[in-house]
T-cell receptor, first 115, second 111 residues
Framework: EPEVTQTPSHQVTQMGQEVILRCVPI?????FYWYRQILGQKVEFLVS????????KSEIFDDQFSVERPDGSNFTLKIRSTKLEDSAMYFC?????????????FGEGSRLTVL | KQEVTQIPAALSVPEGENLVLNCSFT??????LQWFRQDPGKGLTSLLL?????REQTSGRLNASLDKSSGRSTLYIAASQPGDSATYLC??????????FGQGTRLTINP
């Protein structure tokens, strides 16, 4: 069964360092998302991406964050100058249908620990 | 602003019982509602998707209902098993793209 894959599964970094989290969405999907879950808190929307541009972003997704689809398969989230409060599980998701009508498929997540 | 609430926060029942998990949302202008399962430290597994025009969806021992006008959904699990132990999340699709999640119900099925 097709699945969303994410790497790394866990990354530990020092505060102020740059981090890139990688995702390979399901191959025929066109809509891509990043969500995050701080330990013990709700899953929160960060950004949606379609046709090589951001469709929507939350107030969390400030200038520190960026997304990119560098080739036909990868979808990346870059966090510049990480802060302690960026420690969280980051989930990539994808769907084949627009306007929220389709089922969203999530990856296993990348756990980011900022020291 | 959409708020999604799940009750109870935690539930522990003996194996074999039928149970209901509740989800409520404040804004009825949703595209759909999705129930997920999350095992500790793991990703989100989609269980059921209900479109806003639908009233319920079934998959195996799971049945989810949606009452959009009252802002409520329930997830019914029949004949619960220890393997059903996990956190169950509901999420509504708000606007064009994003899911708004509840905080989840942590379910423990005791053998």
């Amino acid at each position: 069964e097709p699945e969303v894959t994410q790497t790394p599964s866990h990354q530990v970094t020092q505060m102020g360092q740059e981090v890139i989290l990688r995702c390979v969405p399901i191959s025929n999907h066109l809509y891509f998302y990043w969500y995050r879950q701080i330990l013990g808190q709700k899953v929160e929307f960060l950004v949606s991406f379609y046709n090589n541009e951001i469709s929507e972003k939350s107030e969390i997704f400030d200038d520190q964050f960026s997304v990119e689809r560098p080739d036909g398969s990868n979808f990346t989230l870059k966090i510049r100058s990480t802060k302690l409060e960026d420690s969280a599980m980051y989930f990539c998701a994808s769907t084949s249908l627009p306007r929220g009508t389709g089922e969203l498929f999530f990856g296993e997540g990348s756990r980011l620990t900022v020291l | 602003k959409q708020e999604v609430t799940q009750i109870p926060a935690a539930l522990s029942v003996p194996e074999g019982e039928n149970l209901v998990l509740n989800c409520s949302f404040t804004d009825s202008a949703i595209y759909n509602l999705q129930w997920f399962r999350q095992d500790p430290g793991k990703g989100l597994t989609s269980l059921l998707l209900i479109q806003s025009s639908q009233r319920e969806q079934t998959s195996g021992r799971l049945n989810a209902s949606l009452d959009k006008s009252s802002g409520r959904s329930t997830l019914y699990i029949a004949a619960s098993q220890p393997g059903d132990s996990a956190t169950y999340l509901c999420a509504v699709t708000q606007g064009a793209q994003k899911l708004v999640f509840g905080q989840g119900t942590r379910l423990t099925i005791n053998p």
